[in-house]
């Protein structure tokens, strides 16, 4: 399992990069989170630079099935919150020097 990040981890990094106090690294970080929010809220895109963009979608309407009696449920249309991840970092995420050969990949030695 990939470790976690936590708000007391980003304060730290916020403080010690802008070097002021843990209290200002997290008054700095709330407003940031604020700003996001306020934006989603209002159904505005977000671009987070080298990481990618947040933006609200809406799904669909449709008809479900409860699992216990199988029976159909309508599901009513509901808004949700996608990232599309950066070019950037999408491809620091890759293996570097990958080899394609037949249709698998394998890691170049």
């Known amino acids: 399992m990939a470790s976690k990040s936590t708000k007391k981890d980003l304060v730290q ?10 209290v200002e690294a997290e008054r700095v970080m709330l407003v940031v989170m604020r700003y996001v ?6 159904d505005t ?9 947040l933006a609200v979608t809406e799904t669909a309407a449709r ?6 009696t199988g029976q159909p449920v309508p599901i ?4 949700t ?6 070019k950037d ?3 620091a995420m890759e293996p570097s020097e990958t080899v394609r050969t ?7 030695q």
């Open 37 to 42: 929010r306020r934006q989603l809220l209002e």
């Open 76 to 79: 009513p249309p509901r808004k």
């Open 13 to 22: 990094h916020i403080a010690k990069a802008l070097e002021v106090s843990p």
């Open 81 to 86: 919150i996608k990232l599309k991840v950066s």
């Open 63 to 68: 008809l479900g099935r409860n699992p216990h």
């Open 89 to 91: 970092l999408k491809e």
């Open 45 to 53: 895109s977000v671009i987070l630079p080298g990481i990618g963009t």
């Open 102 to 108: 037949g249709g698998a990949d394998f890691d170049a």
